[in-house]
């Protein structure tokens, strides 16, 4: 299945796409690289994690 791209993503292809997952509610997201080392708030419980830590391989 071909990933989907919004209009713009280009201007941003130096940063890859990241998945991560909440380690409170299991909740999986994806964030660019350069939120790596920012605190990551989830979208479903709101729980506050460290994005570095809970990565999707
Ligand atoms: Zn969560």
Known sequence: ??????????????????????????????IFSDEMDKKITCAGCKNTFNPAKCKID
Request: overall charge negative; charged content about 35%; some cysteine.
């Open 1 to 30: 299945m071909a990933e989907q791209h919004c209009p713009g993503f280009e201007s941003n292809k130096s940063l890859a796409e990241i998945k991560i997952k909440c380690p409170e509610c299991g909740r999986e997201s994806e």
